[in-house]
């Protein structure tokens, strides 16, 4: 499943609206997938941990690579979101925020596909799949 989320990335004294598409699967139930959009493009793609995306919106979390923070924005309750590449020689962060709302909405659908805490990997049914293929 997935959603398209309206983010602007934080670019000195200007905001650059982009789209991200968030994408869950219960194949890979901890993780988030975000695509950062201009138009068709992709201009960048990260995996976040779903329970620190969940958390980031209530209050701050992360350090290094990847940082989440709630704040009021001019159009509302956002999500600042911090992605560092260090693959890129120490650039600067790139800071994006996206709608809480949305972001919570599309949390939410998450965790009708899997519960909050039911990630864990049911061997029982791993080995029973391994055994009958």
Known sequence: MSSLIAVHLESGEAAVPLFARFSYSADNPYAVKADFLDGLAVLASWQFDRQMLAEGARRPVGEGDVTFQPRRGAGGDEVRIGLRNHGDGG???????????????????????????????????????????
Do not use: H, N
Not at 92 to 114: K, M, S
């Open 91 to 133: 650039a600067e962060p790139a800071v994006l925020c996206a709608d809480a709302g949305a972001l919570q909405g599309f949390l939410d659908r998450t965790y009708a596909v899997v519960g909050e805490g039911e990630e864990f990997l049911d061997l029982d049914k791993a080995l029973e799949e391994l055994l009958a293929g």
